[in-house]
Structure formats: C-alpha cells, structure tokens
C-alpha cells in the first residue's frame, strides 16, 4: 500500500488536515532548538507539521525537526504522556505509548506510525463510517 507520506499522496492528507496558522508564533515555544548530532530538517507534510508543532508545545522548543529524538529535546517519559495525550485527541486512533517511547522517538517515525494506524482504522469501517471518521480529522 502507498504511503501517504509520499509526494504523489501529500494532498490526500493534506486536504483533511487541519490548516496551521505559521504566521501566529506559539505561545508555548520558549527555547531555541539545542545543538543536536543532527541538523534540523523541517517537516514535508500536514501530518508531519502538526506533529513537530505538539511538540513543540509540549517540549517548549521552537523549532523541532522531524529528525529530532525525543529524549534529546529534553523529553522524558511524563512529557511522553502528555505528547501521547494531544496527539490522541489530534488524531483519533490508539497510540500505544509504549511504542511512542521506544520505536518513535522521531516526529518522522510518529508520522508513519499515525499514518499506518489511521490506514488500518479506516480499512475496517465502512463508507459511512470512514467519511465521519475523516470529518473528525478534518474539525
């Protein structure tokens, strides 16, 4: 199955996401991104975007790229709760923290661990049922 997260597939995803307003700065972004073993590398997607930006939120970072461990931003495991926490409301699908701690340490891994959840979710409902399920990505 393709992934979403290709270029040929950005605007599926794109098209029920929810817009960001980039021009507001968040209010929750206190801190410079670290120095960090890699370089900053800025998401390529809506899903990747909204990721980096609950980090960024719950971290206090400003600038959070896709490539960035978790742990190296200053996470630990009560902020990995509150990270797991938004991204449930943000996307409705079930987020075994313990795979977020240990397997998705990225907002690039989060992005294709969302993304295959939301796939399988929608295989197994119904017409009907995926296009609500949609409309509640979409606000």
Same mark, same amino acid.
């Given at each position: 199955?393709?992934?979403?997260?290709?270029?040929?597939?950005?605007?599926?995803?794109?098209?029920?996401?929810?817009?960001?307003?980039?021009?507001?700065?968040?209010?929750?972004?206190?801190?410079?991104?670290?120095?960090?073993?890699?370089?900053?590398?800025? %998401?390529?997607? /809506? &899903?990747?975007?909204?990721?980096?930006?609950?980090?960024?939120?719950?971290?206090? @970072? +400003?600038?959070?790229? $896709?490539?960035?461990?978790?742990?190296?931003?200053?996470?630990?495991?009560?902020?990995?709760?509150?990270?797991?926490?938004?991204?449930?409301?943000?996307?409705?699908?079930?987020? %075994?923290?313990? /795979? &977020?701690?240990?397997?998705?340490?990225?907002?690039?891994?989060?992005?294709?661990? @969302? +993304?295959?959840?939301? $796939?399988?979710?929608?295989?197994?409902?119904?017409?009907?049922?995926?296009?609500?399920?949609?409309?509640?990505?979409?606000?």
């Amino acid at each position: 199955m393709p992934s979403l997260l290709t270029d040929e597939r950005n605007q599926t995803f794109d098209s029920i996401a929810h817009p960001q307003d980039t021009e507001v700065k968040d209010l929750y972004s206190q801190y410079s991104r670290p120095k960090l073993g890699n370089s900053y590398v800025a %998401p390529t997607n /809506e &899903l990747e975007q909204r990721i980096a930006h609950i980090w960024q939120e719950v971290l206090g @970072i +400003e600038q959070v790229g $896709i490539y960035d461990n978790f742990f190296d931003l200053g996470g630990d495991s009560l902020i990995a709760t509150q990270l797991a926490s938004r991204l449930q409301v943000n996307f409705p699908v079930e987020l %075994p923290l313990r /795979e &977020l701690l240990l397997q998705a340490l990225t907002v690039a891994k989060q992005a294709e661990m @969302i +993304e295959a959840f939301m $796939i399988e979710k929608i295989a197994e409902l119904s017409e009907e049922e995926a296009e609500a399920f949609l409309n509640t990505i979409q606000g």
